[in-house]
């Protein structure tokens, strides 16, 4: 008797787990998954955003917002759940910054690169920018989400 209530415990929490990896790590779960991403968007973005592409692979993902031709937000890169490792990158593109404000002394497109490695608990986030016809470089060191160095180097920016 003891027995079989086990292996029946251990079958349900082996179809737990499949179910959470087709969930979290197919084309078929992240279909389901990204009308609710896009809800929590809506509800926690200063600006409309649309989530355009939503993949979340074992070791992978590919996310990109769009905010009426004005915004792009692109994320792509690798992970590892097993060894914690992450290689991620994280581009902004702001087509027509700050026109508004200032016409003449913004670019047309403002690109923010951001590269993120490391390990999840510990990693790097490199960021460079073309902002204001300068070079904008950021260079960020988090242990245990802390940040522990933040060094900027910025030259020739023009305000």
Not at 51 to 79: A, P, Q
Not at 97 to 104: C, D, I, Y
């Amino acid at each position: 008797m003891f027995k079989k209530f086990l292996l029946f415990l251990l079958g349900l929490i082996f179809i737990v787990l499949v179910a959470v990896f087709v969930l979290l790590f197919t084309p078929f779960g992240n279909n389901i998954l990204k009308p609710h991403l896009q809800t929590q968007i809506d509800k926690y973005s200063p600006i409309p955003l649309t989530l355009d592409v939503f993949s979340l692979r074992f070791g992978s993902l590919d996310i990109e917002l769009n905010s009426n031709d004005d915004i792009n937000i692109v994320s792509h890169g690798t992970f590892s759940l097993l060894s914690q490792n992450i290689d991620i990158a994280l581009d902004i593109l702001l087509k027509n910054p700050l026109t508004k404000t200032s016409p003449a002394a913004t670019p047309k497109e403002l690109l923010i690169e951001n590269a993120i490695r490391g390990k999840i608990t510990n990693f790097e986030i490199h960021t460079v920018s073309n902002s204001l016809k300068g070079e904008f470089r950021i260079d960020t060191t988090i242990v245990d989400f802390k940040p522990l160095k933040v060094v900027g180097n910025i030259k020739d920016l023009e305000l």
